[in-house]
């Protein structure tokens, strides 16, 4: 519950404030938003599954979109940033896609 | 013999497509799985406000973070269609005033010509009718008449897709002044591209993928009008090298040519004429042998000296 209200005051202060980033941080952004959705249809499983932890989620959000920096980051360094973005894409799309499919399961027994 | 297929588990496809396969059958994070079963067997001993506070404070920091880059992937997109949009208003308003401003420039020219003409005609006519003549020469005064209209286009796959497309399929410049001088060789009186009509002093030259005429660039399918007896110049035109180049560029280019026979053909005036070179009249009594009109032409074949857009 607590998470739920920090993220919620984290996206109002996000709408309201609107902090400009850095250029050096913007190729990552793309990458990043695609790690947090993938966090969160996790979260929205494990929900589901009853077994829905705040620390897990977070800590599961944290660590994808760090992660998921890392590796452009370090794919634009040895110069094959666009490659390693695009796998990073593919497995978290992957991810989003058969979590996706357990929740539709769940829910409509289909 | 027959064979026949085990019913195989619906296991790992293969034994090298681990991860895959991890991926795909389990997308759920262990970690919900891990700290569910601590729970249950009771390890879990509650939370501190120590960890509530560390919680919140990651929480507000994500949210936070995903608003920013979500905001942030949003905004640019707009303010690059701004920029393209006044960048278009600026182009479109600049077109606009080169056609009123040529506008404007055709009528003037017109005028000028008409007082000059007028002027001549009661002081030297002589004049008048050899200017005239040097004139639809060099391309100045506008002219019609039957011709040959020889169209280039681009290859298909460049029409379709300009970007990856072989810039080799694409017409050049050097094609066209091919298609031109091999139509002045045929007999051409009068020659325009696409609208721009050449004269003496014309070029038809190209810069990057553009083909410029006279400055101004030309748009595919390219359009050469050529003034003259259609039937010689058709018979002329397919004996020269430019009539085996258009072949040869369908053949390995894709590149489209047509070459077709029109009945009446206006093609305009080569615009204003500047004023290169002029000298003092000659005084009539010192005249003998006409010379008045020998400097300009001497100095320039171009109309050097009047500008004539009827």
Redesign the interface.
Known sequence: MIALIGLVIGVVAGLVLEPSVPVVLQPYLPIAVVAALDALFGAVRALLDGLFDERVFLVSFLSNIIVAALIVFIGDKLGVGSQLSTAVVVVLGIRIFSNVASIRRQLFRA | MILRREPQPRGPADASMTLLND???R???P???E??ERKAAGLDTGRTWV??AW???????????????????RTPKDGVVRARALLEERIDRGRTQVKSLRAANATVSQQIAKLQSDALASTDPNLLTSLSQYEVASGAAAVSGPGLRVTLDDAADVRQNPDQADPLSRVMASDIQEVVNGLWAAGAEAISVNGERLTSLSAVRGAGLAILVDLSPLLPPYSVEAIGDPDALRARFSRTSASTRLELLGEHYGIVSSVSAVGNLQLTGGGSVTLRYAAVHVQEDASKTAPTPTPTLEASPTPAQEGNTP
């Open positions: 991926v795909i059958r997308p759920l994070d970690g919900y799985v700290v569910a960890q509530f919680v919140f404070l990651v929480a507000v920091l994500l949210g936070t973070l995903i608003t920013t880059a979500v905001v942030t992937l």
